[in-house]
């Protein structure tokens, strides 16, 4: 089955500065892959997702690079501000009946001031 | 409209006894997921549902766990003989079919004493 590594499992940044958090995972089938953020006691919420056939999607401040071959993908958040801290988790899936998601381990990103 | 909403948002029970959780998704969407996340971990898998039938159930632990959809709408996840491992978040997703972005209830969060 599917396997999704993510590093790192903290990062601690100052307001204004970027946050780069990366994954990799097994199955080359895998086509989808969102990016969740978890607030304390919150429910999942998606940010931003990429589909295996384009290469990086942005949206105001936040971006996702995938590479196919190497079967990683980054998240990268610019201009980073205190209301960005929270836990990360990538993740990936195919379509169909084995949409089911797979998910990282998470990054912890505290933004200070 | 909507978002996928979750009952109860916390139950206590003791090792032994029977429980029930449940999932609304949001309207109209064919596909609906059970994740389990245990603290400091990223949604581990239980089962997806297309329509009616459990289209996959293989992140299901044990036969202690049963999950149905009846009408293609609610969902009811059950657990026979808690044990305190299974002590966790229930998170439940809905989309609007297989493949599609997943969208998380806030979850309902069981200890087992």
């Known amino acids: 089955g599917e396997n999704v590594e993510q590093h790192p499992s903290t990062l601690s940044v100052q307001e204004g500065d970027s946050a780069v958090i990366k994954c990799t995972y097994s199955d080359s089938a895998s086509n989808y892959f969102p990016w969740y953020k978890q607030e304390l006691g919150k429910r999942p919420q998606l940010i931003i997702d990429i589909r295996s056939n384009v290469g990086e999607k942005k949206d105001q401040r936040i971006a996702v690079t995938l590479n196919k071959t190497a079967k990683h993908f980054s998240l990268h958040i610019t201009e980073t501000q205190p209301e960005d801290s929270a836990v990360y988790f990538c993740?990936?899936?195919?379509?169909?009946?084995?949409?089911?998601?797979?998910f990282g381990t998470g990054t912890r990103l505290q933004v200070t001031l | 409209g909507a978002g996928v909403s979750q009952t109860p948002s916390n139950k206590v029970t003791e090792k032994g006894k029977y429980v029930e959780l449940r999932c609304d998704p949001i309207s109209g969407h064919t596909a609906l997921y059970w994740y389990r996340q245990s603290l400091g971990q990223g949604p581990e898998f239980l089962i997806y549902f297309q329509g009616t039938g459990a289209a996959d159930d293989s992140g299901l632990p044990n036969d202690r766990f049963f999950a149905v959809r009846p009408e293609g709408s609610v969902s009811t996840l059950k657990i026979q003989r808690t044990e305190r491992g299974d002590s966790a978040v229930y998170l439940c997703?809905?989309?609007?079919?297989?493949?599609?972005?997943?969208?998380f209830g806030p979850g309902t969060r069981l200890l087992v004493l």
């Open positions: 997703a809905s989309s609007l079919q297989g493949g599609e972005t997943q969208y």
């Open positions: 993740a990936a899936s195919r379509t169909g009946t084995a949409s089911k998601l797979t």
